[in-house]
Every structure is written in structure tokens, then in C-alpha cells.
């Protein structure tokens, strides 16, 4: 019998109406804004009662190991295990990110979960969802417009066209537009002067949507949005330029968190999408404090393993919303162990405990990363069939040893039911552990002296080497008044070091630190680390040649 695609599971789903997803959360249909059957917004009216209602849940973030060409499974093991908490009598609902077109089209696929643990209609999560990464990139552009016209119109505030650091978007993987020229033509078309294209996830709108409390805040925080600096060196804002109220109107329903639902009936927030090696990889503030409020556990991830998505989650999303987890799941496969102990992929199927033993170190380094923070950890294996006894038993075992509990997690293939060993592991563990979660450094710790903390502590670095230009940068940007702000590092996620071919857990080295600046709207100070790049290109093979539509509207190859 052939096993069936996810989007063959997915389109064969009996999906229940929203109104009805939203009764199991007791929200009534005049609290939503609907986008068809079975997409709906929450109203600016019920988003301000949920932040009134004290009877806060408890939070649980999942995370992984670092990515491989095996697969881990992250977003599929939230999905699974808030269907198997609500199986086991806890209210559970589930915040994750929306997917980038980028993926979808490239190598990595879509992001909404996979096999049973699927959040559905799984095509229009996918594709366009509700438009908020359209209006994100819209809003955006608008900004570099605003910009380029401010100076063909005479440059009243002095801006230096070689430091204009805002960068338009696209929310595509397209390599062509990382340097461009802008402006060419005749002298109505524009200044000529260099550009940059950053993907929309990559745009710091899409981080402070995702980081503001509410309207009034989205627009306090665009307004400080810096874009260029004038030919003083003084910065110039996007509330310099009177484009804060134009934006937050392309924004007004964006920043609304959408509902949707698992295969299961799960209640699902899926609303903002930053990538994590090139931004903070959280979903937005406003979805999760929503969740927090309405069930007894609320479940979130971070994108891509701990080193990104969980330490930004622990260093900047829960330091600014005030936020606390109580329980970090921390997934992994038997797989992708083994490749981190140098096993060629087509060559993971087959028991190899040498390899996984010396493979093992990736997880061992994310379990010290996250106890670093005070947080208590279950680990989980996303189980396959090639996975032997022998092996399972010697994580299990690794696990424990580390005060870990440890739990099989077959919710790929058995939905909600396949999840219930994770979800006892973690009621216990909330039940049994408590979280003392604090963040690894200070506010008022120097710039500096927090890139080597993140650097030194969680990716395991001997130290930091600065470029002459990023150390520049670094004392301008305190200068400026930003130091206390935390740092969001962008880096590979396929090593904890800057080296994307360095697997396992990597010793000996000094991560490099080429490029530092500022998104003060945002709230956070980014350092670029290795070759990193904030707009991705399409792989040899994108995705895109095998996702097709027919006749009837049904979609076929989107994964």
C-alpha cells in the first residue's frame, strides 16, 4: 500500500468550520473576522479581553537539534503533541509561524507539519494564508519608496545615499536581487545609487509584528525603524519620513493572529514567520500570550535547532513580553544522530551505534544550552521504522542520565495517539520540574560581551573575532543608545559553530563577526556571523518544478 503524501492526507481531511474550532476555546463568532470556512482573524475587541484574562497557562516551546538532510520534525511534533494533551484532558492550543513562499518553492517545504500532525487547509497556510506576508512586504517597500522619493524631492533631512541600510523585500528565494542598482534613467526616474533585496522574513517589519504588544505599539516601534544615516553620521527614522501611519495601515490586519485547526480540531494560532538563522524565529508575542490565556497548556516553537530559534526565543521574545516557559521539548531523530557521527545519508536506515554514539554530542551540547536557561527538558525521538531497539535504548538512556525525560514520539504516522507517550512525558514534567528560567546575560552586559556570551556558552566557541568594520559598527550603535538591547545572531543552522560543515558539536573555534547594525524598531542589534545571507537562492532542483495545479483547483506537489 502506498503511503500517502501530506497533502494527499491533508486534502482528504474533514475539517470542522472555524466557528466551531473557536467555540472548544469558548471565542464567540463575533470575535472573528473570517476568511472562508476555515480561516478566520481574531477581533481587535476579543484580542484586548484575552489580555485581560489572568488565568495564564503553562507555556511549552519545542525546538531541535541542528538540521540535516534527515529531517527532525519540529513543526510536526508541536502539532502531534498538542492533539495528544487535548486527548489526555488538557486544554491544549497550539502558536506556531506562518510559512515563507521562499521554502515552499526551494528545498525545505512548507511549515505546516507533516504524515497525521498536520495544521490544515495545509495548501492555503502554505500559499498566500490570510495575505499578512504580502502586507508585511507591501508595507516595507513603501518605507524604500518613501525613502528613494524623500531624496529625489530634495533631500530635506540630508540623507547619505551610500548609508541607506533599509532594504527592500520579496518573500521569494531569489538571488538576483541581493545587490542591485536603483534609480537608473533618466533624472525623473531616480537617484542612482546601490540596493539590497532581504527576503520578507528577513524584513524587520516582520519582527516587530511579530514582537508588538498592539497597535499602538507596532506603530511606536516603526517609527523608530532607522533607514539611512544623513552625511553627519545622525541616524534618520521611518517617523523622520511620516511613513508610519501608511504602514501600520497595510498592517491592520495583519497583526491580528489568524485560527486554524489540526487534522484533530486542535485550535491553532499560526501568525507571524521570521526565520531563525537570519532573525528571531518566533511566532508573534500577541498569539502566544492569546494561547497562554485560553488554555491550560500552550504549545510554540522556534525555528530551526536551539543554538537559533531557542535561544532567541529565551534571549529576546520571552525577555519582552515577559514571558516564562515551563517546559522545553527538545526534538531529535535516531537519523539524524547518526549523520552528525559522519553517516552518509543513504546510509542512515542501518543500526550503527558507533556512529550515533558519536553523534550524539549535538544533542547532549542543545540539552546543557537549555538547562543553561533554567528550563526543564524532554527530549523526544521522532521515531521511524529503521530505528532498532539498541539504538533507541541507548538515547533513552543518554537522556536520563541527563535529567531528561525522554519519550517516542510517533505522530507522523499515528496523529494525536502517537503523541501520548510525549505528552505524559511533558505533563510530568510540568507537573514534577519546575522551570527557573532566566535569560544567559544581562541587559546592561556591552554589546560585545553579549555576541561572546551567545557565542561561548551556546554554539560552544573558544571566542569571538570581530571584523574592524563590525567592531565599528558596535561602538556606534551604543554610542547611539542601544547597548542594552539583546542580539540576535545570524548564523548557519546546520552547525552550532558559523561553519555549516562543521556537525557534531564543534570545539576549538572562533566564530566570526563580520557585520553588526541595529533594528532599534525591532528592539534588537543583529550580528551576521560567517556567510549568512538574508535573501536565499533556489536550489538545482527547486521545489517549485513539482507543484502543479489542475482543472478543478486542486493543488498537487506542495510538501
Known sequence: MAVKSDIEIAQEAKMLHIRDVAARMDIAEDDLEFYGKYKAKLTEEFLKKAEDNKNK???????????????????????????????????????????????????????????????????????????????????????????????????????????????RAVDMNDRALRNIVVGLGAKADGVPREDHFVITVASEIMAILCLADDMKDLKDRLSRIIVAYTRDGEPVTAGDLHAVGSMAALLKDAIKPNLVQTLEHTP?????????NIAHGCNSVRATKTALGMADIAVTEAGFGADLGAEKFLDIKCRMAGLKPDAVVLVATIRALKYNGGVDKKNLGEENLEALKKGIVNLEKHIENIQQYGVPVVVTLNAFLTDTEAETEYVRQFCEERNCDFALSEVWAKGGEGGEALAKAVINTLENKESHYAPIYPDDMPLKDKIEAVATKIYGADGVNFAPSAAKQLAKIEEMGF?????????????????PTLLGRPTGYTLSVREVYVSAGAGFVVALTGSIMTMPGLPKHPAAYDIDVDENGKITGLF
Open 57 to 167: 497557562g503553562k507555556l511549552v516551546l519545542v525546538t531541535a537539534i541542528n538540521p540535516t538532510p534527515a529531517g527532525e520534525g519540529k513543526t510536526t511534533t508541536s502539532i502531534g503533541l498538542g492533539d495528544a494533551l487535548n486527548r489526555l484532558g488538557k486544554k491544549t492550543v497550539i502558536a506556531l509561524r506562518e510559512p515563507s513562499l521562499g521554502p515552499c518553492f526551494g528545498i525545505k517545504g512548507g511549515a505546516a507539519g507533516g504524515g497525521y500532525a498536520q495544521v490544515v487547509p495545509m495548501e492555503d497556510i502554505n500559499l498566500h494564508f490570510t495575505g499578512d506576508f504580502h502586507a508585511i512586504t507591501a508595507a516595507n517597500n513603501l518605507l524604500a519608496a518613501i525613502i528613494d522619493n524623500h531624496i529625489q524631492q530634495g533631500n530635506e533631512l540630508g540623507i547619505d545615499t551610500r548609508q541607506i541600510i533599509w532594504k
Open 268 to 276: 491553532v494560532f499560526v501568525h507571524g514567520g521570521p526565520f531563525a
Open 483 to 499: 547597548g542594552k538591547l539583546p542580539v540576535c545572531m545570524a548564523k548557519t543552522q546546520y552547525s552550532l559553530s558559523d561553519d
